[in-house]
């Protein structure tokens, strides 16, 4: 085999995922093991995703990574528990096309190369990381060949980046906590897929912020360490909730869903600012985001609209349907408006039938928009959301058979 | 004794006070009886505190009030509480001087004014409620010769804000909860006086808000309500910190204090956000400000500052000694300078003996102030303060005994 010079390759993509009951605080720092089961919706990887190609080759003599076109380091425990796990479960692969034949002893002694490409911003602290590390574990465990499901894969993703093992699903996923000191059962499993309920729309304020954000490994770390609600959180709140989740998602009562996806989402910004020094991820911005939420929800009979914050300013708003994401798309835009030499298409994203739903074709449409209802006095606030991006509740990982989207050379298997 | 043109008046001088560990929660709405006891630093009334004429007359027809000049209702149910509470406790009045005598059963029948005034803006949010109703509480017993001490007035001027009980003494001050149904056990008593550790040098800093705040009363309505972590907190974590913050207090523990007051005020905050729904008092200044403090203390072997919110954004920051509060002057003027047309005689107000300590003598003084060693890369923040208030910790109520002082005409029972 070796001197050979074949390169076989699997690309595959994999979404991002917002919790909807929060993950915050480990009881094992190595494995990833959390405190509490949570909950998440994935987000459609039309909009939010990770493309991940991973290629091996003998002639590789190291393994490598590059991430949105630049190369970092596999040194890290996260990277090499993840690479050491999936390795552990290669199988024989056989590449007739090619010629190729790799024997499971083979792999301990082939080289890797990785590379990872984001389809949204980096920067804008949208669980980059759970997209990442699924669509790592999943990409390398086709490659290997690995016999393990979805499930089984969530439990090595999950030692990349916790969040990650959510994102081995669609639809809404819940991560069991899992009792076994190994770890084995600290995996994911989907609640229902994508298409249960398919009438949510989601919108993304991504929020404007110069403020060095605590990185959450470090953040709930010191939670678990200080803060004294913390563990009453994860022990006596959060499983009821769990509960009342599941029931609320089975049978698609938006009103309770609500309650409890914001409710978590206070307690999780609650637990942070408890915790010494205190963390706060909501700013002024988030403050007014959330209120705007809340007048509307209560000046309805029944709420419209969940709110969902992770460890950053921005918004996640999920809307019970078409209708409701219309309206509060008009109301965003109302209190945040673009910058009038702003480019609309650059400040609202992803699905952008939602913004043709609210009747707002260009910047006038939106200097022209009436305070809502619920809130004649309304201040509008520039410069406080960077751009908003329109998406839904999406499918899981898949591989991408079209060789057109990989992105490391078939031949040299380097970046293209 | 109709007919009679005496009027006889009393004034009187109350502190406010703030806490260091936080009242949040009533068991009683009515009487309010907190659901945790709580601990108060009482502020010098030289540059924060009420004060208040009381006159009675029998040429008075009904109980009439003024507040900073504008008369206000009495019939809110919390004045009259106390108006209730104080005449039963009324006793027999002779001024041999004006030949006025009142008997204990006259009072029913005699009608009072009240005149009341605070020596800082009342739209700061610095607890006015409390200096004034303590106040309220402590003139009308001088007026009607009411035997009660004050750790019995507390308990009065308790039903007419629950934080006015702690205003009735100086130093620090210990609101018990008590646990009668009644509410008579419900009283602040005093742990140490103002000479105790008159080290302490407090800096208030009063940060602009263009945000309506949740009043503390529905606030803390709707977090008894909605909180799943109030309940914990008053059962479970406060009354361990009492025991501790009483200890720190005796022996003069600053690291102790600090740990305590910026936990506490922290967790607070964080009840506030685990409400439905969520509350925010704090905002990004608020934010500013903790981590001004905060990454000082974390660079020091030891804290040098202790800082503590009520229910909203301004900031009241107890430093160890002077050299500390010097200290922290220059880093506060550092990271929130005064508009460089700003008059610095307005913009630092109080004990101004401390921005003397500083070396700051007008605004190019601020100007040139290096940033601080443990934040070289700190931004300045215009218009996120308004202005800072030096003091220190104070005395309890005293009668006013120069007449020139009263807020009423003598002759006449108006205000002047």
């Given at each position: 085999?070796?001197?050979?010079?074949?390169?076989?390759?699997?690309?595959?993509?994999?979404?991002?995922?917002?919790a909807v009951i929060k993950?915050?605080?480990?009881?094992?720092?190595?494995?990833?093991?959390?405190?509490n089961d949570s909950i998440s919706v994935?987000?459609?990887?039309?909009?939010?995703?990770?493309?991940?190609?991973?290629?091996?080759?003998?002639?590789?003599?190291?393994?490598?990574?590059?991430?949105?076109?630049?190369?970092?380091?596999?040194?890290?425990?996260?990277?090499?528990?993840?690479?050491?796990?999936?390795?552990?479960?290669?199988?024989?692969?056989?590449?007739?096309?090619?010629?190729?034949?790799?024997?499971?002893?083979?792999?301990?002694?082939?080289?890797?190369?990785?590379?990872?490409?984001?389809?949204?911003?980096?920067?804008?602290?949208?669980?980059?990381?759970?997209?990442?590390?699924?669509?790592?574990?999943?990409?390398?465990?086709?490659?290997?060949?690995?016999?393990?499901?979805?499930?089984?894969?969530?439990?090595?993703?999950?030692?990349?980046?916790?969040?990650?093992?959510r994102?081995?699903f669609?639809g809404f996923v819940k991560w069991i906590m899992?009792?076994?000191?190994?770890?084995?059962?600290?995996?994911a499993v989907q609640l229902v897929d994508?298409?249960h309920w398919?009438?949510?729309?989601?919108?993304?304020?991504?929020?404007?912020?110069?403020?060095?954000?605590?990185?959450?490994?470090?953040?709930?770390?010191?939670?678990?360490?200080?803060?004294?609600?913390?563990?009453?959180?994860?022990?006596?709140i959060v499983p009821k909730r769990i509960v009342r989740m599941e029931e609320a998602l089975k049978t698609k009562d938006f009103?309770s869903f609500?309650e409890l996806t914001?409710?978590d989402?206070?307690?999780?910004?609650?637990?942070?600012?408890?915790?010494?020094?205190?963390?706060?991820?909501?700013?002024?911005?988030?403050?007014?985001?959330?209120?705007?939420?809340?007048?509307?929800?209560?000046?309805?009979?029944?709420?419209?609209?969940?709110?969902?914050?992770?460890?950053?300013?921005?918004?996640?708003?999920?809307?019970?349907?078409?209708?409701?994401?219309?309206?509060?798309?008009?109301?965003?835009?109302?209190?945040?408006?673009?910058?009038?030499?702003?480019?609309?298409?650059?400040?609202?994203?992803?699905?952008?039938?939602?913004?043709?739903?609210?009747?707002?074709?260009?910047?006038?449409?939106?200097?022209?928009?009436?305070?809502?209802?619920?809130?004649?006095?309304?201040?509008?606030?520039?410069?406080?959301?960077?751009?908003?991006?329109?998406?839904?509740?999406?499918?899981?990982?898949?591989?991408?058979?079209?060789?057109?989207?990989?992105?490391?050379?078939?031949?040299?298997?380097?970046?293209?």
């Amino acid at each position: 085999m070796a001197g050979e010079k074949w390169v076989r390759m699997v690309t595959a993509q994999t979404p991002t995922n917002i919790a909807v009951i929060k993950y915050w605080g480990k009881r094992d720092e190595n494995l990833i093991l959390p405190v509490n089961d949570s909950i998440s919706v994935t987000l459609d990887p039309a909009h939010l995703c990770t493309t991940t190609t991973v290629a091996v080759s003998p002639s590789f003599d190291q393994d490598r990574m590059w991430l949105n076109g630049k190369e970092v380091s596999l040194a890290g425990a996260r990277y090499q528990n993840c690479l050491r796990e999936i390795r552990a479960r290669a199988c024989d692969v056989e590449d007739e096309e090619k010629g190729v034949k790799i024997a499971k002893k083979d792999w301990e002694n082939l080289h890797v190369h990785i590379a990872s490409y984001n389809n949204f911003p980096t920067a804008a602290g949208l669980a980059s990381s759970a997209a990442g590390f699924a669509c790592l574990v999943f990409s390398l465990a086709k490659l290997m060949n690995a016999k393990e499901d979805n499930s089984d894969l969530s439990a090595i993703a999950r030692q990349g980046s916790g969040s990650a093992c959510r994102s081995l699903f669609g639809g809404f996923v819940k991560w069991i906590m899992g009792e076994a000191k190994d770890g084995h059962d600290s995996r994911a499993v989907q609640l229902v897929d994508e298409k249960h309920w398919d009438e949510l729309v989601i919108i993304i304020a991504v929020v404007s912020s110069r403020q060095k954000e605590t990185s959450s490994t470090s953040g709930m770390q010191d939670s678990v360490n200080t803060s004294l609600l913390l563990e009453h959180r994860a022990k006596e709140i959060v499983p009821k909730r769990i509960v009342r989740m599941e029931e609320a998602l089975k049978t698609k009562d938006f009103g309770s869903f609500t309650e409890l996806t914001c409710a978590d989402s206070n307690q999780f910004h609650a637990t942070c600012l408890d915790t010494s020094p205190p963390i706060f991820y909501m700013n002024d911005t988030s403050h007014r985001l959330i209120s705007c939420v809340e007048k509307w929800n209560r000046s309805e009979a029944t709420p419209q609209v969940a709110y969902t914050f992770d460890a950053g300013p921005n918004a996640v708003l999920i809307a019970r349907n078409r209708k409701a994401a219309a309206q509060l798309m008009q109301k965003l835009l109302f209190y945040f408006p673009p910058n009038s030499d702003a480019d609309l298409d650059n400040y609202v994203i992803g699905d952008k039938s939602i913004l043709k739903d609210a009747g707002i074709e260009g910047i006038k449409d939106i200097e022209a928009l009436p305070p809502p209802q619920e809130n004649k006095d309304a201040l509008r606030h520039k410069d406080g959301v960077s751009y908003f991006i329109c998406t839904r509740p999406g499918r899981g990982p898949v591989l991408l058979s079209d060789t057109t989207q990989a992105l490391l050379n078939p031949q040299t298997g380097l970046p293209k």
